[in-house]
């Protein structure tokens, strides 16, 4: 799901008096996106609405206990290229939920790739009023879009956890800071988004803060996610007006106060 500000995290690494312990490390460690390669072609590139969302579901659910099989919401889908992620590489049967983008263009998107009605449902629907069963998903995945309405203590507990299983987990990836600077916000950042804009992201603790707030939830991790040079720079080679417009905040510097945020839980 696009918002409203983009940028990444810059990790420049000086020339002279590099520590070679710590270089191999990182590259021995780095994430290797194998599933999604197969997903950077043209006609996934344009329909990206933010930073690369299918390498931001893959390292999400890296070692994930969603069982083969399992129905899984898609929550702020988008185009629902992660819809179609996590039904062709996955094997859930996937409902991709989402209010910007009609069920519609979706079910068409669904269909050029192949994938039947009974393996992905487009839904259109507001995150508050979803119009599921209670305890019908083994499942819940996010990404990049639970920073719209998830801000709210009340969410979910109220909205959301109901229509998971118990023992089912829910995967929620966020654009966030590194640390929360909205009392004095960087100028490099107010070169693409305006402070409104910018209320949307936090750090770790603030999420923390939010979700421990809700009964029957049990907080298995919150983190920050290795993506974001990666899945930024392809968003940011992306010829739209958005992307365009992020680029601002990108060369300037910005991104050294931006990451990514995972969140794991799980419902008692």
Not at 29 to 45: G, H, L, V
Not at 70 to 87: K, N, P
Not at 101 to 123: C, K, V
Not at 194 to 207: G, K, M, V
Request: charged fraction near 25%; charge should be negative; proline fraction near 5%.
């Amino acid at each position: 799901m696009w918002h409203p500000f983009s940028v990444p995290c810059g990790r420049g690494v000086p020339l002279f008096g590099i520590n070679l312990i710590t270089l191999t490390w990182k590259g021995f460690f780095a994430m290797k996106y194998i599933r999604s390669e197969k997903y950077s072609t043209r006609a996934i590139n344009d329909l990206l609405m933010g930073p690369n969302p299918v390498k931001l579901t893959e390292e999400l659910l890296l070692d994930h206990q969603i069982p083969n099989g399992a129905t899984v919401m898609d929550l702020g889908c988008g185009r629902s290229v992660t819809s179609v992620f996590l039904a062709k590489e996955y094997g859930f049967r996937v409902f991709a939920t989402d209010l910007w983008i009609s069920a519609t263009e979706n079910r068409q998107f669904f269909d050029r790739m192949g994938l039947s009605g009974d393996r992905i449902i487009p839904i259109h629907a507001d995150a508050t009023a979803l119009p599921y069963a209670e305890e019908f998903f083994d499942a819940v995945v996010s990404v990049d879009s639970y920073q719209y309405f998830g801000r709210d203590p009340e969410y979910l507990g109220r909205h959301l956890l109901p229509l998971v299983k118990h023992g089912g987990y829910i995967y929620i990836c966020i654009p966030g800071m590194k640390k929360d600077c909205h009392a004095q916000l960087p100028p490099e950042l107010l070169l693409s988004w305006t402070p409104e804009q910018l209320d949307t992201i936090h750090d770790a603790d603030y999420w923390r803060n939010i979700i421990s707030q809700t009964r029957g939830v049990d907080i298995l991790s919150i983190h920050e996610m290795e993506s974001n040079e990666e899945v930024w720079n392809d968003w940011l080679a992306c010829d739209n007006e958005y992307a365009r417009g992020d680029r601002k905040s990108m060369e300037a510097g910005g991104g050294k106060y931006l990451n990514f945020i995972a969140i794991v839980l799980r419902r008692r």
